[in-house]
């Protein structure tokens, strides 16, 4: 993980209105800056969303993200995203942070709610745009329908760049870790796949249902999910997908988010299943994934090897921080 950062932040914070401005002012960073935000989701998965294109760094610290995304002394959100000026070809750069205040290199979800945010501020008809992250330049496009496609670029899979200790059984370093034995603290064995999408994701195909008949989730989430994201395997920590195969083009997955637990959905995630489906056999590269908030359509294209998600980003409500 990219160390902390080091910023010097007042303590207060708070909530100061939630209005329906639009995050039309841009955010500052001054000691009684009233920061506008819009809240936004993707499949369930909520972020607090800011322009903060007048300065180079966040004007939310990790700590004040974490209580900006407590469900009750906060907005409540699954991390906050950040639009910052853009660095190099790009027109945008995201950075997020998780719900803990740690700092991720990538959120599937997040960029095409912050794809949805800077057209709306913006006011840019339907179109791509080019949003340099920490795991490199993602291009997002906004579509006809709302729908927003993104370019998630090439999965990694040398086991030591996800990173994870596990290692394929051929004895080759470089090879994916596909299916290998993952012993959890309680006892629990997985047959695991290591993937990264700029972030670590460790994948188990699970023989018993994810989802109970009406759509609930039924898999032990709380208790397994943090024995694998904290695991001595995952050096960075990882994310945690638990995916049933329904048939070679849908897939059903519940995850736990590293530093924000079980959300109602992981982009990048989704796409790291389909990855792991595809080195496992067991899906083809294009396949839909079901998770508790709704659906995401993944493609691992052959002829480029570049991961495209299809799914929603849409604005929930706005309003003004104190900071
Ligand atoms: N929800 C995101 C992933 C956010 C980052 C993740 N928690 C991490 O720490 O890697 C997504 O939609 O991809």
Redesign the pocket.
């Known amino acids: 993980m990219p160390p902390a950062l080091r910023l010097t932040q007042p303590k207060r914070l708070a909530v100061a209105s939630a209005g329906s401005k639009r995050g039309m002012v841009r955010a500052t960073a001054t000691a009684t800056s009233k920061v506008p935000f819009s809240k936004f989701q993707?499949c369930g998965?909520d972020f607090i969303l800011i322009d903060n294109r007048t300065t180079e760094e966040p004007c939310v610290s990790p700590k004040q993200a974490a209580k900006l995304c407590d469900r009750n002394f906060g907005v409540g959100g699954?991390?906050v995203i950040f639009a910052l000026p853009p660095v190099g070809d790009t027109e945008y750069t995201m950075r997020?942070y998780?719900s803990d205040g740690?700092e991720?290199?990538?959120?599937?979800?997040?960029?095409r709610c912050l794809a949805k945010f800077v057209s709306e501020i913006d006011n840019a008809p339907p179109g791509k745009c080019r949003v340099h992250t920490l795991a490199g330049v993602m291009v997002p496009e906004v579509r006809d329908d709302g729908l927003v496609t993104v370019d998630m670029g090439e999965p990694i899979l040398v086991p030591a760049d996800v990173p994870t200790t596990l290692r394929s059984d051929n004895g080759d370093d470089s090879a994916p870790a596909v299916r290998a034995p993952l012993t959890l603290p309680d006892g629990q064995t997985f047959a695991v796949t290591c993937v990264s999408?700029g972030?670590?994701?460790c994948i188990a195909f699970v023989d018993d249902e994810v989802y109970n008949k009406d759509g609930s989730v039924c898999f032990d989430l709380a208790g397994t999910g943090p024995q694998v994201e904290g695991n001595a395997a995952f050096p960075a920590?990882?994310?945690a997908e638990f995916a049933k195969v329904r048939n070679r083009a849908l897939i059903d997955m519940v995850?736990y988010?590293?530093?924000?637990g079980p959300?109602l959905?992981?982009?990048?995630?989704?796409?790291a299943t389909v990855v792991a489906g595809v080195l496992e056999g067991v899906c083809d590269r294009v396949c839909d994934v079901r998770l508790p908030g709704g659906t995401l359509s993944i493609e691992w294209r052959e002829s480029d090897n570049r991961i495209y998600m299809t799914g929603p980003g849409d604005r929930v409500f706005g309003g003004e921080l104190a900071l």
């Open positions: 993707g998965n699954d991390g997020i998780n740690s991720p290199e990538m959120c599937g979800n997040g960029i999408m972030n670590p994701h920590r990882t994310n995850v988010e590293r530093g924000a959300t959905a992981c982009g990048t995630g989704a796409c």
